[in-house]
């Protein structure tokens, strides 16, 4: 059991660090200058060490890993969902695929929880990145929609999430914080 959990939770975090890796890139978000040299170096390199981090997460927890990285790519396609993508497909068809592929490949319930925790973890960020975001034209749900509508939104976000994995919930809830604080102390 131990062990197990101990997995998850490397796991969580290196899925964690990637999807962080690539967001920063899609957001163009030059905003973190780190003082921490490992996540400089991996910043500058996020590409290779994006993929290795990747497989190394997939090894240790195949459904959380591919849950939650497919979950942050298809919430991530939410602002571009008419966008024409390089496989001459539109974003939505896109998340479509990645929606079956989800369902086929890994438990209902964790994909669920994985798309659930995503959204509430976007919630949070656009929260924390009201100013931010709002100052540099990016997109953010609480700019968008007010900031009570995204805190109620958060609300019935992590009871649904605790309800359907209470453990899983705190597990990457807390590896999101620890994350955050590493990027923030630059």
């Known amino acids: 059991m131990w062990v197990e959990i ?7 975090f290196l899925i964690g660090i990637v999807i962080k890796l690539l967001d920063n890139e899609v957001d163009e978000d030059s905003r973190n200058e780190y003082t ?5 170096e991996i910043e500058q390199y996020k590409f290779p060490y994006s993929l290795i981090i990747l497989t190394f997460a997939m090894l240790l927890d195949k459904e959380y890993s591919f849950g939650l990285f497919s979950s942050a790519y298809m919430i991530g396609m939410f602002n571009f969902i008419n966008r024409k993508l390089p496989l001459k497909i539109k974003s939505y068809q896109e998340i479509i695929i990645l929606i079956i592929i989800n369902l086929i490949s890994i438990s209902h319930k964790v994909f669920i929880h994985s798309f659930v925790i995503i959204i509430l973890i976007q919630m949070l960020d656009d ?12 997109f953010n749900f609480a700019n968008k929609y007010g900031i009570g509508e ?20 705190v597990l990457i809830l807390s590896t999101w914080f620890f994350i955050n604080y590493l990027y923030s102390r630059g």
């Open 6 to 12: 101990c997995r998850r939770i490397l796991a969580l």
């Open 36 to 40: 921490i040299g490992i996540l400089n």
């Open 127 to 138: 929260l924390l990145d009201i100013k931010y975001d709002s100052a540099y034209g990016y």
């Open 150 to 169: 995204v805190l109620i939104i958060s609300v019935i976000l992590i009871t649904a999430s605790l309800m359907i994995s209470s453990v899983n919930t």
